[in-house]
C-alpha cells in the first residue's frame, strides 16, 4: 500500500532495503528503519531571462520550495496507514542520490547531476524511511553521459574538467558568504545556483514537467531589485519566503545581485549600492565584494 500510494503522487519511485545502503555508507539515523523509498518528482524545464529591474536564480525555485513540496505529498499520501516513517527532503545526513543512484532510476551524469529518462535532470529528490520491511523495486539502468562532453564544454569555470569540483562551481561559490574574487564576480550569472550545465544537457532535450502546479513559476520567480535593497530581511520572507532561494539569506542575494548589475552594466543602482556600504547590518565579506563592484560600476559612463 506504501508503495502504491506514493505512485499516485510523485513521478517515480524505487524501493531498497536499509542494509543495501549501509553497506555502502554507515548513517546511524537509518538504524531501526528496514527500508527506504526513493521518490521522485519533475519540475518545469522553464528559463527566465534577467530583467531591467528584477533578477532570477536557478530554475528549480520559480516554483514554491521543493523542500515543502515534497514532505507534504509524502505526508498526505501515507497518514491514514498507520505506519512508522520518517519524510526526509535534503537536509538530512543520508546520500539521497546514492539511494536514486541504487534504485537504478537515474544514474550520475558527468555533471553531477542525476539523470532520469523521463525526467532528465529537471527533478527533485526524496526518501521515505519505514520501520517496517517491504519488497525492493530496482531497475536496470544502462544509461550513461557515454562520450558526451557538452556540458564539461560548456562550463564557464572548468568545474567538470577533472570531475565535479565543488569549489569551482559557480553554484558552490555563490552560495559562500565570504568575498568573492574578481573572477568568480565576473563569471556569476543568477542570484544563486547555476543551470548552465543542465540547459546543455542532451538528456534534457525535450524535457518538461508540468503536473506539479506549486512547480510552475510563480511572480516572485522574479526578485525586485529595489526589495533586495529596501526590504528587511522579515518583510523580504514575507514576500519571498515560498521559495527555495531564500535560505541563504537577502544579503547574499543582493550580493549576487550586485555582480548581475555589474554584467549589465547597470549604474542605475549606484547610490542604493553605496547606502549599503554604510549601514552597519550589512556584514564585511559583503561590503568588501560590494566596493569592489561599485567601483567598477562607477566606471560606466551613465
Not at 72 to 82: A, Q, R, V, Y
Amino acid at each position: 500500500m506504501v508503495l502504491e500510494r506514493l505512485k499516485e503522487a510523485f513521478d517515480f519511485v524505487g524501493v531498497i532495503d536499509t542494509n543495501r545502503y549501509l553497506d555502502i555508507k554507515f548513517d546511524y539515523n537509518l538504524i531501526g528503519y528496514e527500508s527506504i523509498f526513493v521518490v521522485g518528482l519533475g519540475y518545469p524545464n522553464t528559463y527566465l531571462k534577467h530583467e531591467k529591474d528584477k533578477l532570477t536564480a536557478s530554475m528549480y525555485t520559480y516554483g514554491y520550495d521543493y523542500h515543502d513540496v515534497l514532505k507534504t505529498l509524502m505526508h498526505e499520501s501515507l497518514k491514514d496507514l498507520g505506519i512508522e516513517y520518517k519524510a526526509l527532503v535534503d537536509n538530512h545526513t543520508v546520500d539521497e542520490r546514492k539511494c536514486l543512484e541504487l534504485t537504478g532510476l537515474a544514474f550520475k551524469g558527468k555533471n553531477n547531476l542525476m539523470i532520469n529518462k523521463n525526467l532528465g535532470s529537471f527533478f527533485f529528490i526524496g526518501l521515505v524511511v519505514t520501520k517496517n520491511k517491504y519488497p525492493e523495486l530496482i531497475v536496470k539502468n544502462n544509461d550513461s553521459c557515454g562520450d558526451c562532453t557538452i556540458c564539461i564544454k560548456a562550463c564557464p569555470v572548468k568545474a567538470l574538467d577533472d570531475g565535479f569540483d565543488w569549489k569551482k562551481c559557480i553554484s558552490g561559490y555563490n552560495q559562500e558568504k565570504r568575498s568573492l574574487t574578481d573572477y568568480e564576480i565576473e563569471k556569476n550569472t543568477l542570484l544563486m545556483g547555476c543551470d548552465i550545465c543542465q540547459r546543455v544537457c542532451p538528456y534534457n532535450k525535450g524535457v518538461n514537467s508540468t503536473n506539479i502546479e506549486a512547480f510552475h513559476a510563480k511572480p516572485t520567480a522574479y526578485v525586485i531589485i529595489n526589495d533586495l535593497f529596501d526590504l528587511t530581511q522579515k518583510d523580504f520572507n514575507k514576500k519571498y519566503g515560498k521559495h527555495a532561494y531564500v535560505w541563504r539569506g537577502k544579503t547574499l542575494l543582493l550580493r549576487n545581485a550586485l555582480t548581475i548589475l555589474l554584467r549589465q552594466k547597470n549604474t542605475a543602482y549606484n547610490d542604493k549600492i553605496k547606502e549599503t556600504l554604510n549601514d552597519k547590518k550589512y556584514p564585511e565579506w559583503y561590503k568588501v565584494d560590494a566596493n569592489n563592484i561599485l567601483e567598477k560600476l562607477e566606471k560606466f559612463k551613465v
